[in-house]
């Protein structure tokens, strides 16, 4: 079955206490990119991948890090997680080739940062 | 830059209603793709449709229905007959081919649809 798996779903940590959460796809695809969403604010982008290697800053992506080094996986690391970080995080996967598919979405990983 | 706006954030219908929601975007690309996902209370993001900006057919799918009006610049989905198992979060969104090929998707706010039996 295609899909998007990340872990943990749910975490619950404290200030400072390094975290990653991981992200795996078994789609072949080229594009990942994880996304947070906040209560009004609906889901932003933090970082992507067009790659294995290659990973850009999408518009929040202060306080995280995210490496590509196999194409089916693409952790998200808080290294010193604060409170405002507490939110619900999606990563997603797309085939970029052909330009406007579909992104894939994970089940959603919520944290809550004390 | 693209922005996506949902400016009913919540609606409360009856259960066997009409209803529609609403989604204006903004981009300076002519190349572009609009979205809607569902977001139950479950939690998980669920791909309903996929629009590029070449085709203004207007899409059915059951009780499902997309308008696409470049003019407007509005993408709005109607749902008819409303059920309770349409309560969710529904989220419009924008891809363009940024430099590069990075897809992001920009989201609009969401909007809330309660059905009530």
């Known amino acids: 079955e295609a899909q998007v798996t990340q872990n943990p779903r749910y975490l619950i940590t404290v200030t400072g206490k390094k975290l990653t959460v991981t992200c795996s796809q078994n789609?072949?695809?080229?594009?990942m990119s994880w996304y947070r969403q906040d209560p009004g604010l609906g889901l932003r982008q933090i970082y992507y991948s067009m790659n294995v290697e290659v990973t850009d800053k999408g518009d929040v992506p202060e306080g995280y890090k995210v490496s590509r080094k196999e194409k089916r996986n693409f952790p998200l690391i808080l290294e010193s997680p604060s409170p405002n970080q507490t939110s619900l995080y999606f990563c997603?996967?797309?085939?970029?080739?052909?330009?406007?598919?579909?992104?894939?979405f994970g089940p959603g990983t919520r944290l809550t940062v004390l | 830059a693209q922005k996506v706006t949902q400016a009913q954030t919540e609606i409360s219908v009856v259960e066997k209603e009409d209803v529609t929601l609403d989604c204006v975007y903004e981009?300076?690309?002519?190349?572009?793709?609009l979205f809607w996902y569902k977001q139950p209370p479950s939690g998980e993001l669920v791909f309903l449709i996929r629009?590029?900006?070449?085709?203004?057919q207007n899409e059915i799918s059951g009780r499902y229905s997309w308008n696409f009006q470049k003019s407007t610049s509005s993408f709005n989905f109607t749902i008819t007959a409303s059920q309770v198992v349409d309560s969710a979060v529904y989220f419009c969104a924008l891809s363009e081919n940024e430099q590069g090929g990075s897809e992001k998707l920009v989201f609009g706010k969401g909007t809330k649809l309660t059905v009530n039996p």
């Open positions: 981009t300076r690309d002519t190349t572009y793709y």
């Open positions: 997603a996967s797309s085939s970029w080739r052909t330009g406007g598919n579909e992104q894939f």
């Open positions: 629009r590029n900006s070449f085709d203004e």
């Open positions: 789609m072949n695809h080229e594009y």
